[in-house]
C-alpha cells in the first residue's frame, strides 16, 4: 500500500530543475510563438490596418470627381465622338434630309489638307492669336501695375471700369463697337473728323482686311485685359514688401524693379494666364462673326468660321466637322509647343540655380 501511495505521488508531482522551476517543454518555444505576436509581426497588422482605414479616404477625391467627369463625357465627350464620325462622312442637305450615311472615308480631311485656302486661313489665325496675346499681356501687365500703385479710391474706380467691361457679354459688346465705328453715325469717324482728319468722316471701318481686323483687335483686347491686369493685381499683393524696399535701397529704378523682383515672382502667373489667352483668342467666333462674318471677301475668316461657313453656311457638314477637329490639331499644337517652351525654360533654371 505505501509503495502503491509513493508511486502515485512521484507521477501526480511535478517534475523540476535547476532552482525548483518547471522545466520548459518540448516545442514550447513554437507554441508560445504562435499564441503571442511577436514585434514584427504587430508592426505588420498595425500597418495592413492603416493601410484599411486610409483606402476609403484615398478614393474620397476620386469619387468627387467623378460626378464633373461624367457631365464632361455626356456633354463634351459624346459631341467630340459625334463630330468626329461626321468628318468621316459625306453629309450634305440631302443626306440630312433622306437620313442618308454616305461614308467618305478621309475623303473631307484629304480636300481640306490640300485646299490653300485652309493653309491661308491657318496661318492667318496664328498670325491674329499671336498679335492680340502680345497686346492683352503688355497692356494688362501695365494696367495691373498702374493698380498696384495708385491710391484706395483711385483703385477702386479703376477696379470697378475693369470688372464692368469684363461683364459684358460679348455680343453686347460687339454691338457697341460696331455702333462706335458705323460709318455714318459712329463716334470714331465724328472725333476723327472733329480733329482734322476730314477723309474719315464716313470711312468704311468693315470694308477692308486690316481696318477689320484692327475693329476686332481693339474688341477682343478690350475684353480680355480686365482678366489679366485684376489677377496681375492679386498676384502682386502677395509680392513681400520688403523685396521692394531692398531694391530701391540698392538704387533700382522701376523697370529694374520689375524684371528683377516683380517678373520673377510672379512668373508662374505669366506663362499661365498667357497660355489661357492663347486659348482664348484663339477659338474666338462671335466677336468676328458679329462685326462683318469674316468678310470682306472671307478675309478676315479664322478657322473657328472657316469652319461654320463651310459647315454651315455652304451646308457641307461633314467638311465643318473635319475643319473643327483640325482647328483643336492645331490648337493643341501650338499649346504643346508652347508648354514645351516654358518645361525647357524651367528646367535650365533649375539646373542654373
Known amino acids: 500500500m505505501g509503495v502503491q501511495l509513493d508511486d502515485a505521488a512521484d507521477k501526480a508531482a511535478p517534475r523540476t530543475g535547476t532552482g525548483g522551476a518547471p522545466p520548459a517543454r518540448r516545442g514550447g518555444g513554437r507554441q508560445a510563438g504562435r499564441g503571442t505576436p511577436s514585434g514584427s509581426a504587430r508592426r505588420t497588422e498595425g500597418a495592413a490596418t492603416r493601410r484599411t482605414a486610409a483606402t476609403p479616404a484615398c478614393r474620397t477625391p476620386y469619387l468627387l470627381l467623378l460626378p464633373a467627369l461624367l457631365a464632361t463625357a455626356v456633354f463634351l465627350g459624346w459631341p467630340m465622338v459625334r463630330n468626329l464620325l461626321l468628318s468621316f462622312q459625306n453629309l450634305n442637305m440631302k443626306e440630312l434630309i433622306q437620313h442618308l450615311t454616305d461614308w467618305r472615308g478621309t475623303g473631307n480631311y484629304q480636300e481640306i489638307l490640300g485646299s490653300e485656302q485652309f493653309w491661308r486661313v491657318t496661318s492667318r489665325t496664328v498670325v491674329f492669336t499671336a498679335v492680340n496675346v502680345v497686346l492683352i499681356m503688355v497692356l494688362g501687365v501695365l494696367i495691373g501695375l498702374l493698380l498696384a500703385r495708385l491710391g484706395t479710391t483711385m483703385r477702386l474706380v479703376l477696379s470697378a471700369a475693369l470688372v464692368l467691361a469684363w461683364a459684358m457679354p460679348v455680343i453686347a459688346a460687339t454691338t457697341v463697337f460696331q455702333w462706335l465705328f458705323d460709318s455714318r ?101 462671335p466677336q468676328i462673326f458679329a462685326i462683318n462674318q469674316g468678310g470682306p471677301d472671307r478675309l478676315t475668316e479664322t478657322l473657328p468660321i472657316y469652319a461654320f461657313t463651310e459647315g454651315v453656311g455652304n451646308l457641307h457638314f461633314g467638311m465643318g466637322a473635319a475643319i473643327s477637329l483640325l482647328t483643336i490639331v492645331v490648337l493643341l499644337a501650338m499649346t504643346a509647343y508652347y508648354l514645351r517652351l516654358t518645361f525647357k525654360q524651367e528646367q535650365q533654371e533649375e539646373n542654373g540655380l
Not at 513681400?240 to 515672382?265: C, I, N
Request: glycine share 6%; no cysteine; aromatic share 20%.
Open 185 to 285: 453715325y459712329g463716334v470714331v469717324n465724328w472725333v476723327l473728323d472733329r480733329l482734322g482728319g476730314h477723309s474719315m468722316a464716313h470711312y468704311d471701318w468693315v470694308g477692308s482686311q486690316l481696318s477689320t481686323f484692327f475693329v476686332i483687335t481693339v474688341l477682343i483686347v478690350w475684353q480680355s485685359l480686365p482678366f489679366v491686369a485684376l489677377n496681375l493685381y492679386a498676384a502682386t499683393t502677395t509680392i513681400p514688401k520688403e523685396l521692394y524696399e531692398a531694391a530701391r535701397m540698392d538704387g533700382a529704378g522701376s523697370w529694374k524693379v520689375f524684371t528683377s523682383v516683380t517678373f520673377p515672382f510672379l512668373k508662374p502667373f505669366f506663362l499661365a494666364t498667357t497660355f489661357l489667352e492663347v486659348i482664348w483668342v484663339f477659338k474666338a467666333f
